[in-house]
């Protein structure tokens, strides 16, 4: 791509590529904040479940056991089982860094690794600079984290119209993601009905229901990645140029 | 209500999974990969990641079949126009909410 000989990726373009990820966040982890409260957690609790946590299918799960007052082991386990995708994400994008990405910023960066912000960050032909990495997670964090406490302390006061149209929002900004590259690539294309075939599958399947929601999305995807690899593997010069990137 | 401090051990268990699932891969794997079918792999991975979280989701997204069906296909359209990111968010909450008053 001709601009990634261009400017670097700053803190701003972080910011205006994050603002819509927050905006997306607010509605869906205000349903988060609305669910952890009628689950008898209090506000406190969801706003630090929130903070420290930042994804939406781990906490969700979490907080299952926190209402069971389940095993803490079963709990850790449970949260690696949804969260390996983050593992997955992190080899895909230790490609991509650039060389200021030394490895405390490494280490401050990766608690904000989420799937939008991965698929954001994916979607740039440029190295990820940390500043731009920021700019990205600043206004996630806030959306999510704000709209948590927000839920938690008002959802009762909203019409349930109104909250139910809110949780919309995230899945509106995954389509705008998913349908530009897919008009362009017929090996996109192919990945992304896979992905959803095999995901409506495992939902309205019984026999495949004991995937929770977290680990079945992790398998869907990989097989549908998988898949789409095998069909549709990238030509050797566009190999090289993913290879050479960062 | 339950009390936070029965309920912070399993925060703080969450967090330390959460955290270490994303940390260790990010920070420590510095290998350049070469396997055509790994980069073929991990260029596809973020389209199904986003895919299988939205479908089949986004139909019960609202709580309401009808305003779900309704904002998916408003999200659809402008998506296929390329529209914004935000844009194509909001539009999906404006027509599932408006969607409401003629669907209930």
Redesign the interface.
């Known amino acids: 791509m001709a601009s990634s000989q261009g400017k670097r990726l700053s803190f701003r373009q972080g910011l205006r590529d994050g603002?819509?990820?927050g905006?997306?966040y607010f509605?869906v982890s205000f349903g988060f904040g609305i669910l952890a409260l009628s689950r008898?957690?209090?506000a406190?609790?969801a706003f630090?479940?929130s903070s420290?946590?930042?994804?939406s299918a781990?906490?969700v799960a979490?907080l299952s056991?926190?209402?069971a007052a389940g095993a803490?082991t079963a709990?850790?386990l449970s949260?690696?089982i949804i969260?390996?995708?983050?593992?997955?994400?992190?080899?895909?994008?230790?490609?991509r860094l650039s060389p200021r990405f030394t490895?405390p910023h490494?280490?401050l960066?990766?608690?904000f690794?989420t799937?939008e912000i991965?698929?954001v960050a994916?979607?740039r032909r440029e190295p990820l600079e940390p500043a731009y990495w920021y700019g990205l997670s600043c206004p996630s964090y806030l959306g999510w984290v704000s709209g948590t406490l927000a839920g938690a302390l008002a959802g009762d006061l909203l019409p349930?119209?109104?909250t139910?149209?809110?949780?919309?929002?995230?899945?509106?900004?995954?389509?705008?993601?998913?349908?530009?590259?897919?008009?362009e690539n017929r090996?996109?294309l192919f990945?992304?009905?896979?992905?959803?075939a095999?995901?409506?599958l495992f939902?309205?399947l019984p026999a495949l229901s004991f995937f929770s929601?977290g680990s079945?999305?992790?398998v869907?995807?990989?097989i549908?990645?998988?898949a789409?690899?095998?069909l549709?593997?990238?030509g050797?010069a566009e190999?090289e140029q993913?290879?050479d990137r960062? | 209500m339950l009390d936070l401090r029965v309920i912070l051990p399993y925060i703080l268990v969450m967090a330390g999974v959460t955290y270490l699932s994303r940390a260790l891969s990010f920070s420590f794997f510095r290998k350049k990969i070469r396997s055509r079918f790994l980069l073929s792999f991990l260029s596809y991975l973020p389209y199904a990641v986003l895919s299988a979280l939205t479908f089949p989701a986004v139909f019960s997204s609202t709580g309401s079949t009808g305003t779900a069906l309704a904002g998916t296909a408003a999200a659809l359209l402008l998506a296929y126009l390329r529209m914004p990111l935000i844009v194509v968010a909001l539009a999906a909450s404006a027509a599932a909410f408006l969607s409401s008053f003629f669907l209930s």
């Open positions: 603002l819509p990820i905006l997306g509605p008898g957690v209090p406190l609790g630090l479940i420290l946590n930042l994804t781990g906490q979490g056991f926190i209402t803490l709990l850790a949260q690696l969260n390996l995708r983050y593992s997955l994400m992190g080899i895909s994008l230790s490609q490895l490494r280490l960066a990766s608690a690794i799937d991965f698929a994916s979607s349930a119209s109104l139910g149209a809110l949780g919309i929002a995230i899945y509106g900004m995954f389509l705008a993601m998913l349908l530009p590259p897919a008009r090996a996109v990945c992304i009905l896979c992905a959803a095999l995901s409506c939902t309205y929601s079945g999305v992790i869907c995807a990989v549908a990645a998988a789409a690899a095998l549709f593997p990238l050797k190999g993913e290879a960062a």
